[in-house]
T-cell receptor, first 117, second 115 residues
Framework: ETGVTQTPRHLVMGMTNKKSLKCEQHLGHNAMYWYKQSAKKPLELMFVYSLEERVENNSVPSRFSPECPNSSHLFLHLHTLQPEDSALYLC????????????????FGPGTRLTVL | SQQGEEDPQALSIQEGENATMNCSYKTSINNLQWYRQNSGRGLVHLILIRSNEREKHSGRLRVTLDTSKKSSSLLITASRAADTASYFCATGPDAGGTSYGKLTFGQGTILTVHP
């Protein structure tokens, strides 16, 4: 148990569906991340939120829409996905350094296994 | 090309043997971390070594870092079947203004420990 939870754990959706992934961290961290993990590919960073502000968007298609309502919760809203979007979506959190420039340990949730039909 | 590249891609050993995995990277780093992932699960942090450190130990884990060669190794001693997992190195960039914990992950080494 890492202190980061993700729901749902498994999701099957059609290309026209709209769904959301939820992540919650109970660690008091102030930075949260969404990663995509596909077979035979390195972990891809999608979005970073630091102090509830999106600080990075790695050229992710607009069919993925993140939301961070507070420092403990992170959502990934999905709409009109493609079959190639099927992957394990991982959420992580870390404690951002006060002055910045630090790279701290990241704590990962168990992931949501997404299948797009 | 990616920042962290692990070698070998897959490693199969018997219980009790040592397992060594290597990681190479390309740019200056602030620190290097190793993570473990059981099949279909999230990653779990194992150990962090800073750029001014050369070696670090944690239980049966030993990590070395050679910044001149831009490489790191993870040694697991006296391996157990429960060590079967994928192992990833992740690099944190040099402090050049990044204000959050951005990590770049390699593709990982799949370790199988046979009982």
């Amino acid at each position: 148990e890492t202190g980061v939870t993700q729901t749902p754990r498994h999701l099957v959706m059609g290309m026209t569906n709209k769904k959301s992934l939820k992540c919650e961290q109970h660690l008091g961290h102030n930075a949260m991340y969404w990663y995509k993990q596909s077979a035979k590919k390195p972990l891809e960073l999608m979005f970073v939120y630091s102090l509830e502000e999106r600080v990075e968007n790695n050229s992710v298609p607009s069919r993925f829409s993140p939301e961070c309502p507070n420092s403990s919760h992170l959502f990934l809203h999905l709409h009109t996905l493609q079959p190639e979007d099927s992957a394990l979506y991982l959420c992580a959190s870390s404690q951002r350094g006060v002055r910045g420039g630090r790279t701290d340990t990241q704590y990962f949730g168990p992931g949501t296994r997404l299948t797009v039909l | 090309s990616q920042q962290g590249e692990e070698d070998p891609q897959a490693l199969s050993i018997q219980e009790g043997e040592n397992a060594t995995m290597n990681c190479s990277y390309k740019t200056s780093i602030n620190n290097l971390q190793w993570y473990r992932q059981n099949s279909g699960r999230g990653l779990v942090h194992l150990i962090l070594i800073r750029s001014n450190e050369r070696e670090k130990h944690s239980g049966r884990l030993r990590v070395t870092l050679d910044t001149s060669k831009k490489s790191s190794s993870l040694l697991i001693t006296a391996s157990r079947a429960a060590d079967t997992a994928s192992y990833f190195c992740a690099t944190g960039p040099d402090a050049g203004g990044t204000s959050y914990g951005k990590l770049t992950f390699g593709q990982g080494t799949i370790l199988t420990v046979h009982p």
